[in-house]
């Protein structure tokens, strides 16, 4: 039987104090404001929250100010705003969002390359949902071991998280915003799990609908995710599907890229950069591919992503 921990009413974020600060997020989400603009926005918030001492305020700014680095690939500030957060939330009682900063926090170690310790986060996070019945967190929490799983090549458990993820994710409210971002990047995680175990057609059904997703979600995230790995299937087809809206990789790496330089998703500019040299590398084109792989590496290293950029480094001397 779940049990349940009260929680006092200064342990959430006060209803106007939260629609400001997610102001700011949907439109940095949409396009229509740069993430420089949202973090200074972001920080006077958690200023004026520190004045008024209300701690949980204080903690959803951090989480937000956490969310925004981790997607401009600053993933040490992102792990210290979520470090901050986590404390607040603990300070108040509120389980639920230190849960949330755990799985917060478990993505930047994904993105770091320690993937044990990322899945021991989300799987503490799991744990802590399912105490509180919390199917939304619970559903996160599995999808993120999924993709996670990927990571360290365990095929077969990750395809079984990420279905997991899906069946839960039929439990949420229809309108809840957050739904369609999540199965996109379920379907993204099982299109990798298909081209893993060698059945492309399968990985280009999920990829297509990651995209089907996506464009309902009203999150450029999303839509790049798909981008980028509807040209990593495309690579591998001996055929062009019909229902593709490019006829080469390229060109879905490139609207990829697009999108995620519209919202300064530089982790994900990054990772896009290299699958492009991925796919060139498999097709046979070494040139462009070493030229690709010298760029993500340079990138990663920037942004502190070591494991990643030792991946390209290592990929690069293959081609050239």
């Known amino acids: 039987m779940a049990t349940h921990t009260q929680v006092l009413p200064d342990s959430e ?5 939260d629609s400001q600060c997610l102001k700011y997020v949907n439109l940095w989400q949409q396009g229509d404001l740069r993430a420089a603009q949202v973090v200074t926005n972001l920080k006077q918030l958690a200023e004026d929250a520190t004045q008024s001492g209300h701690l949980a305020n204080q903690g959803r700014a951090y989480h937000l100010l956490g969310y925004i680095q981790h997607y401009q690939g600053n993933l040490s500030g992102s792990i210290a705003y979520y470090d901050k957060a986590r404390r607040l939330f603990d300070r108040v009682g509120n389980r639920k969002r ?10 930047n170690y994904r993105y770091r390359g320690e993937h044990k310790r990322a899945r021991r986060l989300y799987q503490q996070a799991y744990n ?21 799983l990927i990571s360290l090549e365990k095929w077969s458990q990750a395809g079984d998280a990420l279905y997991e993820g899906l069946a839960l994710s039929e439990q949420w409210a229809d309108d809840d915003a957050n739904l369609d971002a999540l199965r996109t990047e379920v379907y993204f995680g099982l299109a990798q799990v298909a081209l893993q175990i060698d059945t492309p057609e399968t990985a280009w059904a999920s990829a297509r609908q990651a995209l089907i997703t996506a464009e309902t979600s009203q999150s450029l995230h999303s839509v790049g995710l798909s981008y980028r790995i509807l040209g990593d299937v495309l690579t591998v087809l001996s055929d062009i599907p019909a229902d593709a809206q490019f006829d080469t990789p390229d060109e879905y790496y490139r609207a990829a890229l697009d999108t995620f330089r519209e919202i300064d998703a530089e ?3 990054a990772r896009t950069i290299f699958s492009h040299a991925n796919s060139l590398a498999k097709r046979k084109r070494r ?3 070493a030229k690709r792989y010298r760029e993500a590496m340079a990138t990663f290293s920037r942004l502190g992503m070591t494991s990643d950029a030792a991946i390209a480094a290592e990929a690069q001397l293959r081609v050239i």
């Open 13 to 17: 974020p006060t209803p106007e104090f």
């Open 128 to 148: 802590t949902a399912q105490a509180l019945d919390d199917v939304r967190l619970q559903t996160i929490a599995i999808a993120n071991e999924g993709l996670t």
């Open 287 to 289: 040139t462009p591919a």
């Open 98 to 107: 230190v849960a949330t900063m755990d799985l917060n926090q478990g993505e």
């Open 267 to 269: 982790a994900e500019i």
